[in-house]
């Protein structure tokens, strides 16, 4: 089993370079977050075209090109110590196949964010480096959780992560410890069959989503079971899964933990043994915790639950 390399911690007035990897971004929505790493002691560096517009067929932060300078500048200058995703969207799946790590590799960094960044942080787990799973700088406008942001700022200066949560009728009790994977389910879908999908072997499986129609959350859990993702996997974790089906109809349409959504899931998996947990406050929601992908997780299910990495 290949050992996950997880960055050094950052000592103060350690340089935080801020970009935009996959939807476009505007100067608004990341002034409170530019300007919480400043608050922190940190220094936030601008990626080139941290604020470029590119539209075909959808609203991208640059070209493929522009994007792909500035994600490999950040994760290769030397100066840089992390590197914090704008926000997610879509995009991210055309980088995957041109990143460069050759510095990375002998000055690894944490990479910052979730929903399209999922596919950096399957590629840099294959590569065997840790990243976060936590809000962008884009949320920080729209009225998240200050401890969201708190935890994250203490994965970076390598502090561990410690969750207790009240227990969820519809968890699978169990002790289990293992590596975590997953993020977003649409992009854990999409990576199915490439040779950048997880590798799911024994591994504990998160999953989050937002916006989805209740047939396309359907499908999707489908093809993880014919891809054989619930034979592997040893543990589950749900997280967020809000926006869901038909806003006229879904009367849990704004919540964090879809009911029906949490239903359709849990009957896919109803045949299967591993412990679950359901309702872990990571994803498209106000209170988006982070987890370490690439992290070794222990997770004790009964009626309390208790998450460590």
């Known amino acids: 089993m290949k050992k996950i390399i997880f960055p050094k911690a950052l000592k103060k007035g350690a340089k935080i370079a801020i970009i935009s990897p996959a939807g476009a971004v505007d100067v608004a929505q990341l002034e409170k977050g530019i300007e919480m790493i400043k608050n922190r002691g940190f220094e936030p560096v601008l990626g080139e075209h941290l604020y470029t517009r590119y539209s075909n067929g959808y609203n991208y932060a640059g070209t493929e090109e522009e994007r792909l300078q500035d994600i490999n500048w950040a994760l290769n200058d030397n100066e840089i110590s992390a590197v914090w995703a704008s926000r997610g969207g879509y995009g991210c799946q055309y980088l995957v196949q041109h990143l460069k790590l050759k510095n990375f590799t002998q000055n690894p960094k944490w990479y910052i964010g979730y929903s399209d960044n999922t596919v950096i942080q399957s590629y840099l787990l294959k590569k065997g480096f840790a ?64 040779s950048y999908s997880f590798d799911f072997k024994d591994k504990i499986l998160f999953i989050e989503d937002i916006g989805e129609n209740f047939y396309a959350l359907d499908r999707m859990i489908m093809s993880l079971e014919l891809a054989g993702v619930f034979k592997k996997i040893k543990g589950l974790i749900i997280g967020g899964m809000t926006n869901m089906g038909d806003e006229k109809e879904n009367k849990s349409f704004e919540e964090s933990f879809d009911e029906f959504a949490y239903k359709l899931i849990s ?30 997780v222990k997770m004790k299910i009964d009626t309390r639950v208790k998450i460590e990495f």
Request: charged content about 20%; proline content about 3%.
């Open 131 to 194: 990243s976060i799973h936590g809000q962008t700088i884009k949320t920080s406008s729209f009225g998240v959780t200050e401890e969201s942001y708190d935890l994250i700022f203490d994965v970076l200066k390598g502090k561990a992560l410690k969750y207790a949560l009240k227990s969820h009728v519809l968890n699978k009790k169990g002790n289990i410890e293992g590596e975590l994977v997953g993020g977003n389910l649409a992009l854990i879908y999409a990576l199915l069959g490439t």
């Open 267 to 296: 009957d896919h998996i109803s045949k299967y043994r591993f412990p679950t947990v359901f309702g872990f406050p990571n994803g498209h929601i106000k209170d988006n915790r982070p987890l370490i992908i690439g992290g070794t």
